[in-house]
């Protein structure tokens, strides 16, 4: 007696194994992966060709982040400390409330998530320069300890 196996094996070889129905098969599954590969594996290139993104991409904790250099934020200046008030542009407030960082283009800039922590007690003597230490031994607090942030409206 012939098992199911074997009797398979036999059709299988009498064909050379180019039935219709492992042309069907093979068409449906290799198809539909060769058709949708190339949209998962190229979507790389399809997002860093788009204007304005390939210079901003950076690498942060092991995922990508697209930044937009041109439209900026930064901490929304607290009630106490607005530029208006201090008799300074805005470009001139960033310098002096925001610590410098290293953007993810290599070049320093303004802190976009942290400012110095000034209140109205230390904010003479940090005008003034007298606070004890360089800039970089002051305490920093988060945007979003504040008033949050705002965004570039260019």
């Known amino acids: 007696m012939v098992s199911a196996s074997e009797e398979f094996d036999a059709i299988l070889e009498e064909i050379w194994g180019n039935g219709c129905y492992q042309k069907r098969l093979t068409f449906v599954l290799l198809g539909t992966v060769f058709f949708l590969m190339p949209f998962a594996l190229l979507v790389q290139v399809f997002v860093l060709h788009m204007p304005g993104i390939a210079s901003n991409l950076y690498k942060e904790s092991g995922s990508y982040a697209i930044l937009n250099l041109n439209s900026g934020h930064w901490c929304t200046p607290p009630d106490h400390i607005q530029p208006a008030s201090l ?28 400012m110095y922590a000034v209140d109205n ?34």
């Open 121 to 154: 007690d230390t904010l003479p003597a940090f005008l003034s320069g007298e606070l004890p230490g360089n800039r970089t031994d002051l305490a920093t607090t988060t945007c979003a300890e504040h008033k949050g942030y705002t965004y570039d409206q260019r």
């Open 87 to 114: 008799n300074m542009s805005l470009d001139q407030w960033k310098a002096t409330f925001l610590p410098m960082e290293l953007g993810p283009d290599y070049q320093p800039r303004p802190s976009q998530c942290n």
